[in-house]
Protein backbone atom coordinates (compact mmCIF):
# COMPACT_ATOMS: atom_id res chain seq x y z
CA UNK A 1 0.00 0.00 0.00
CA UNK A 2 2.53 2.26 0.91
CA UNK A 3 4.66 1.64 -2.30
CA UNK A 4 1.76 2.34 -4.65
CA UNK A 5 1.40 5.59 -2.76
CA UNK A 6 5.06 6.41 -3.25
CA UNK A 7 4.88 5.42 -6.96
CA UNK A 8 1.36 7.54 -7.26
CA UNK A 9 3.37 10.45 -5.79
CA UNK A 10 6.54 10.14 -8.13
CA UNK A 11 4.48 9.92 -11.20
CA UNK A 12 2.92 12.79 -10.16
CA UNK A 13 5.69 14.76 -9.56
CA UNK A 14 7.02 13.09 -13.09
CA UNK A 15 3.90 14.99 -14.62
CA UNK A 16 4.91 18.25 -13.04
CA UNK A 17 8.23 18.67 -14.25
CA UNK A 18 6.94 17.41 -17.90
CA UNK A 19 4.37 20.11 -17.40
CA UNK A 20 7.01 22.65 -16.54
CA UNK A 21 9.27 21.97 -20.40
CA UNK A 22 7.88 23.35 -23.68
CA UNK A 23 7.32 20.72 -26.90
CA UNK A 24 10.83 21.39 -28.73
CA UNK A 25 9.25 20.70 -32.91
CA UNK A 26 7.06 23.82 -33.22
CA UNK A 27 8.53 26.33 -31.30
CA UNK A 28 12.02 25.24 -32.90
CA UNK A 29 10.10 26.40 -36.24
CA UNK A 30 8.52 29.57 -34.96
CA UNK A 31 12.18 30.02 -33.99
CA UNK A 32 13.11 29.63 -37.78
CA UNK A 33 10.72 31.91 -38.47
CA UNK A 34 11.76 34.71 -35.94
CA UNK A 35 14.97 34.32 -37.69
CA UNK A 36 14.42 34.89 -40.77
CA UNK A 37 12.29 38.57 -39.79
CA UNK A 38 15.97 38.95 -37.76
CA UNK A 39 17.53 38.73 -40.78
CA UNK A 40 15.42 40.37 -43.20
CA UNK A 41 15.94 43.20 -40.63
CA UNK A 42 19.75 43.29 -41.11
CA UNK A 43 19.55 42.90 -44.63
CA UNK A 44 17.27 45.74 -45.11
CA UNK A 45 19.96 48.19 -43.44
CA UNK A 46 22.59 46.60 -45.57
CA UNK A 47 20.73 47.19 -48.92
CA UNK A 48 20.16 43.81 -49.64
CA UNK A 49 16.17 44.99 -50.27
CA UNK A 50 15.73 41.00 -52.33
CA UNK A 51 17.14 38.86 -49.65
CA UNK A 52 15.17 40.59 -47.06
CA UNK A 53 12.07 40.35 -49.16
CA UNK A 54 12.69 36.41 -49.41
CA UNK A 55 13.63 35.74 -45.83
CA UNK A 56 9.72 37.40 -44.72
CA UNK A 57 8.23 35.01 -47.40
CA UNK A 58 10.10 31.89 -45.92
CA UNK A 59 9.27 33.54 -42.47
CA UNK A 60 5.73 33.27 -43.47
CA UNK A 61 6.00 29.86 -44.85
CA UNK A 62 7.38 28.87 -41.51
CA UNK A 63 4.66 30.64 -39.69
CA UNK A 64 1.73 28.42 -41.70
CA UNK A 65 4.07 25.31 -40.84
CA UNK A 66 4.44 25.78 -37.04
CA UNK A 67 0.56 25.79 -35.92
CA UNK A 68 0.08 22.81 -38.14
CA UNK A 69 2.93 21.02 -36.69
CA UNK A 70 1.67 21.76 -32.89
CA UNK A 71 -1.68 20.43 -33.54
CA UNK A 72 -0.64 17.69 -35.80
CA UNK A 73 1.68 16.43 -33.11
CA UNK A 74 -0.37 17.68 -30.04
CA UNK A 75 2.13 19.57 -28.53
CA UNK A 76 -0.17 23.11 -28.90
CA UNK A 77 0.72 25.33 -25.83
CA UNK A 78 -0.21 28.40 -24.38
CA UNK A 79 3.40 29.03 -24.38
CA UNK A 80 3.70 28.18 -27.84
CA UNK A 81 0.75 30.57 -28.93
CA UNK A 82 2.54 33.89 -27.00
CA UNK A 83 5.73 32.65 -28.42
CA UNK A 84 3.95 32.74 -31.96
CA UNK A 85 2.39 36.71 -31.68
CA UNK A 86 5.65 37.87 -30.49
CA UNK A 87 7.98 35.89 -33.29
CA UNK A 88 4.75 37.40 -35.65
CA UNK A 89 5.56 41.10 -34.24
CA UNK A 90 8.90 40.59 -35.68
CA UNK A 91 9.06 39.17 -38.53
CA UNK A 92 5.81 40.26 -39.90
CA UNK A 93 5.64 43.35 -38.52
CA UNK A 94 8.85 45.22 -37.69
CA UNK A 95 10.90 43.38 -40.21
CA UNK A 96 8.38 44.51 -43.15
CA UNK A 97 8.69 48.14 -41.55
CA UNK A 98 12.01 48.86 -42.04
CA UNK A 99 12.11 46.97 -45.23
CA UNK A 100 9.37 49.49 -46.45
CA UNK A 101 10.70 52.77 -45.06
CA UNK A 102 15.10 51.71 -46.06
CA UNK A 103 13.68 50.35 -49.59
CA UNK A 104 11.17 53.15 -50.61
CA UNK A 105 10.11 55.75 -48.02
CA UNK A 106 12.89 57.29 -46.76
CA UNK A 107 13.09 59.76 -49.56
CA UNK A 108 9.56 60.82 -48.21
CA UNK A 109 10.97 62.22 -44.62
CA UNK A 110 8.17 62.35 -42.21
CA UNK A 111 5.27 61.36 -44.14
CA UNK A 112 7.77 58.02 -44.89
CA UNK A 113 8.40 56.62 -41.15
CA UNK A 114 5.32 57.37 -39.88
CA UNK A 115 3.79 55.15 -42.26
CA UNK A 116 5.98 52.36 -41.95
CA UNK A 117 5.26 53.04 -37.91
CA UNK A 118 1.69 52.97 -38.78
CA UNK A 119 2.49 49.66 -40.15
CA UNK A 120 4.04 48.25 -36.97
CA UNK A 121 2.00 49.51 -34.76
CA UNK A 122 -1.21 48.18 -36.71
CA UNK A 123 0.24 45.02 -37.54
CA UNK A 124 0.48 44.45 -33.24
CA UNK A 125 -2.74 45.41 -32.58
CA UNK A 126 -4.04 43.13 -35.08
CA UNK A 127 -2.12 40.16 -33.51
CA UNK A 128 -3.55 41.63 -29.88
CA UNK A 129 -6.92 41.44 -31.27
CA UNK A 130 -6.54 38.31 -32.77
CA UNK A 131 -5.68 36.61 -29.60
CA UNK A 132 -8.53 38.39 -27.67
CA UNK A 133 -10.90 37.12 -30.24
CA UNK A 134 -9.64 33.81 -30.80
CA UNK A 135 -12.32 31.87 -29.44
CA UNK A 136 -15.12 34.78 -30.16
CA UNK A 137 -15.01 35.44 -33.46
CA UNK A 138 -15.84 32.89 -36.88
CA UNK A 139 -12.75 30.38 -37.29
CA UNK A 140 -13.76 30.56 -41.75
CA UNK A 141 -13.09 34.04 -41.30
CA UNK A 142 -10.42 36.39 -40.41
CA UNK A 143 -11.48 39.84 -38.84
CA UNK A 144 -9.10 42.03 -40.46
CA UNK A 145 -5.84 41.43 -42.72
CA UNK A 146 -3.78 39.25 -41.50
CA UNK A 147 -0.53 40.38 -40.75
CA UNK A 148 1.61 37.47 -42.51
CA UNK A 149 -0.72 38.07 -45.24
CA UNK A 150 0.36 42.08 -45.11
CA UNK A 151 3.73 41.55 -44.94
CA UNK A 152 4.09 38.67 -47.86
CA UNK A 153 2.29 42.04 -50.07
CA UNK A 154 5.30 44.45 -49.27
CA UNK A 155 7.84 41.62 -49.78
CA UNK A 156 6.46 40.60 -52.87
CA UNK A 157 6.03 44.07 -54.24
CA UNK A 158 9.64 44.50 -53.79
CA UNK A 159 10.45 41.66 -55.58
CA UNK A 160 8.22 42.84 -58.30
CA UNK A 161 9.73 46.38 -58.55
CA UNK A 162 13.01 44.49 -58.89
CA UNK A 163 11.82 42.16 -61.11
CA UNK A 164 10.67 44.70 -63.19
CA UNK A 165 14.36 46.52 -63.34
CA UNK A 166 13.25 49.54 -61.30
CA UNK A 167 14.15 48.02 -57.46
CA UNK A 168 17.61 50.42 -57.12
CA UNK A 169 15.85 53.22 -57.85
CA UNK A 170 16.15 55.82 -55.06
CA UNK A 171 12.90 57.57 -55.28
CA UNK A 172 9.74 55.11 -55.58
CA UNK A 173 6.18 55.92 -56.80
CA UNK A 174 3.76 57.36 -54.11
CA UNK A 175 1.66 54.17 -54.72
CA UNK A 176 3.86 52.11 -52.04
CA UNK A 177 3.60 54.95 -49.39
CA UNK A 178 -0.78 54.90 -49.91
CA UNK A 179 -0.48 50.78 -50.14
CA UNK A 180 1.49 50.80 -46.68
CA UNK A 181 -1.32 53.10 -45.14
CA UNK A 182 -3.80 50.71 -46.78
CA UNK A 183 -1.78 48.27 -45.13
CA UNK A 184 -2.18 49.33 -41.98
CA UNK A 185 -5.81 50.53 -42.06
CA UNK A 186 -7.20 47.13 -43.76
CA UNK A 187 -5.01 45.13 -40.50
CA UNK A 188 -7.17 47.04 -37.74
CA UNK A 189 -10.21 46.97 -39.84
CA UNK A 190 -13.45 44.58 -39.54
CA UNK A 191 -13.06 43.58 -42.87
CA UNK A 192 -13.49 40.10 -42.94
CA UNK A 193 -10.77 38.06 -44.93
CA UNK A 194 -10.81 34.07 -45.81
CA UNK A 195 -9.04 31.88 -43.47
CA UNK A 196 -8.26 28.85 -45.61
CA UNK A 197 -8.23 26.51 -41.95
CA UNK A 198 -11.38 24.41 -43.50
CA UNK A 199 -8.34 22.87 -46.00
CA UNK A 200 -7.26 20.14 -44.01
CA UNK A 201 -3.94 18.82 -46.04
CA UNK A 202 -4.41 15.72 -43.62
CA UNK A 203 -8.06 14.29 -44.51
CA UNK A 204 -9.23 13.09 -48.23
CA UNK A 205 -9.97 16.19 -50.20
CA UNK A 206 -11.77 16.11 -54.03
CA UNK A 207 -9.19 14.98 -56.41
CA UNK A 208 -9.54 18.58 -58.09
CA UNK A 209 -8.41 20.30 -55.40
CA UNK A 210 -5.40 18.12 -55.75
CA UNK A 211 -4.99 19.28 -59.64
CA UNK A 212 -5.89 22.51 -58.71
CA UNK A 213 -2.73 23.02 -56.13
CA UNK A 214 -0.61 21.54 -58.59
CA UNK A 215 -1.59 24.03 -61.33
CA UNK A 216 -1.12 26.72 -58.70
CA UNK A 217 2.32 25.67 -57.88
CA UNK A 218 3.15 25.26 -61.66
CA UNK A 219 1.67 28.87 -62.12
CA UNK A 220 3.84 30.28 -59.70
CA UNK A 221 7.34 28.36 -60.34
CA UNK A 222 6.69 29.64 -64.06
CA UNK A 223 6.89 33.53 -62.45
CA UNK A 224 7.58 33.50 -58.86
CA UNK A 225 8.02 37.43 -58.56
CA UNK A 226 5.07 38.28 -60.59
CA UNK A 227 2.69 35.41 -59.48
CA UNK A 228 3.62 35.98 -55.93
CA UNK A 229 2.35 39.93 -56.45
CA UNK A 230 -0.41 38.65 -58.48
CA UNK A 231 -1.73 36.65 -55.18
CA UNK A 232 -1.00 38.77 -52.08
CA UNK A 233 -2.50 41.51 -53.90
CA UNK A 234 -5.70 39.68 -54.99
CA UNK A 235 -6.17 38.49 -50.99
CA UNK A 236 -5.35 41.58 -49.98
CA UNK A 237 -8.11 43.14 -52.12
CA UNK A 238 -10.63 40.26 -51.69
CA UNK A 239 -11.42 41.13 -48.28
CA UNK A 240 -13.34 44.75 -49.08
CA UNK A 241 -15.02 42.96 -52.36
CA UNK A 242 -16.54 40.38 -50.28
CA UNK A 243 -17.59 42.62 -47.56
CA UNK A 244 -19.04 45.08 -50.02
CA UNK A 245 -20.71 42.05 -51.37
CA UNK A 246 -21.90 40.55 -48.64
CA UNK A 247 -23.44 44.41 -47.30
CA UNK A 248 -24.94 45.00 -51.09
CA UNK A 249 -26.93 41.03 -50.21
CA UNK A 250 -27.33 41.93 -46.43
CA UNK A 251 -29.62 45.62 -47.89
CA UNK A 252 -31.47 43.46 -50.87
CA UNK A 253 -32.53 40.71 -48.19
CA UNK A 254 -33.13 43.13 -45.54
CA UNK A 255 -35.54 45.47 -48.08
CA UNK A 256 -36.95 41.83 -49.34
CA UNK A 257 -38.06 41.02 -45.95
CA UNK A 258 -39.77 44.42 -45.16
CA UNK A 259 -41.62 43.94 -48.64
CA UNK A 260 -43.42 40.83 -47.62
CA UNK A 261 -44.27 42.16 -44.22
CA UNK A 262 -45.62 45.43 -45.71
CA UNK A 263 -47.58 42.80 -48.35
CA UNK A 264 -48.73 40.43 -45.30
CA UNK A 265 -49.82 43.69 -43.40
CA UNK A 266 -52.07 44.64 -46.13
CA UNK A 267 -53.36 41.17 -46.90
CA UNK A 268 -55.17 41.14 -43.47
CA UNK A 269 -56.22 44.74 -43.12
CA UNK A 270 -57.71 43.48 -46.67
Known amino acids: MLDNEIQLQDEHKNKKKFRKGVYILP ?26 AIAILISGILDGLDGRVARLTGSSSKFGVEYDSLADVIAFGLAPGVLIFTWALRPFGRYGWLAAFLYVVCGALRLARFNVQITTVESKRFNGLPIPAAAALVASTVLIFFYIGRGDEMVKHITVLVMVYALAFLMISNVHYYSFKEFNLSQRMPFRFLVGLIVLLIVVAANPPLMLFLLTFGYAASGPITTLVDRRRNITLKAASKDKSKESGANRQG
Open 27 to 52: NLITSASLFGGFYAIIASLDGNFEYA
